[in-house]
C-alpha cells in the first residue's frame, strides 16, 4: 500500500489535512465529535471523498457541537437524510446521533469526553476497539484505529521521515506514552485513501 505521508503532502485535499491535523493531539471535545463523525462516515469510501465534504459535513452537524447533535429528532434526521452535501446513509447518521448522546454522559460523569479518552489511556488497539465497540455505534476495528492515529492517542500516522512526524512528537502525543509491547512497527501503516 502506497504511504500517506507520501501522496498526501502537495495533495489539494489530502495536503492541508495531512500538513495540519493528521495525528495532532486533540482535546477540544466537539472537535474530537467532529473527527469521529468524519471517521464514521467513511466507512465503505474513500478518505478523499470525506476530505472534500468535510466542510459540508461541520455545517450539516451543527459545527459538531454534541450537546446540539444530541437532541437531534426526527425533523433533522429527515433534514440530514435530504442532505446532498453530506453521506446520506441512514445507519451512520443514526450512529452519530446516538453516539452524541454517549458523549454527553460522558461528558457529565469523567468532565469531558476527552478525560474520558486519557482515563483509559494506555490501551493496546484490540483493547481500545473493544471499549469503543462496548461505549458507541459504528465504531469497528478501522474506524476506531484510525480516529485514535488521527488524534495522538494511537501511533502510526505519519512515516518517520515526516517532517510532520517531528513536528507532532513536540507536541507530546498521548502515544509516546505508551509502553514498546502495545505500539505497532513504526510507520507501518497510513490511512487508506
Ligand atoms: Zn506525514
Not at 472534500?52 to 433534514?79: C, D, H, M, P, T
Not at 469503543?132 to 512515516?159: C, N, Q, V, W, Y
Request: charged share 25%; aromatic share 12%; proline share 4%.
Amino acid at each position: 500500500m502506497s504511504f500517506y505521508c507520501a501522496i498526501a503532502r502537495g495533495h489539494a485535499h489530502h495536503g492541508p489535512y495531512h500538513d495540519k491535523e493528521y495525528g495532532f493531539p486533540l482535546k477540544d471535545d466537539d472537535e474530537l465529535f467532529g473527527r469521529l463523525i468524519l471517521e464514521i462516515n467513511q466507512a465503505g469510501l474513500s478518505w478523499l471523498t470525506i476530505l472534500k465534504k468535510q466542510e459540508s459535513l461541520r455545517v450539516a452537524y451543527s459545527n459538531f457541537e454534541i450537546s446540539k447533535v444530541a437532541r437531534y429528532g426526527e425533523r433533522q434526521r429527515q433534514r440530514l437524510l435530504a442532505d446532498e452535501g453530506i453521506i446520506r446513509n441512514r445507519l451512520k447518521i443514526d450512529a452519530v446521533i446516538h453516539n452524541a448522546k454517549v458523549i454527553l454522559q460522558l461528558q457529565k460523569q469523567y468532565g469531558s469526553f476527552y478525560k474520558w479518552l486519557c482515563l483509559h489511556h494506555p490501551l493496546s488497539k484490540a483493547e481500545w476497539v473493544k471499549l469503543f465497540k462496548k461505549t458507541f455505534r459504528f465504531t469497528g476495528g478501522e474506524i476506531t484505529g484510525e480516529f485514535l492515529m488521527s488524534i495522538g492517542f494511537l501511533p502510526g500516522a505519519h512515516h518517520a521521515d515526516c517532517p510532520v512526524y517531528r513536528e507532532i512528537l513536540e507536541r507530546k502525543p498521548k502515544w509516546l506514552l505508551c509502553s514498546e509491547a502495545m505500539l505497532p512497527r513504526q510507520g507501518s501503516t497510513g490511512r487508506q485513501i
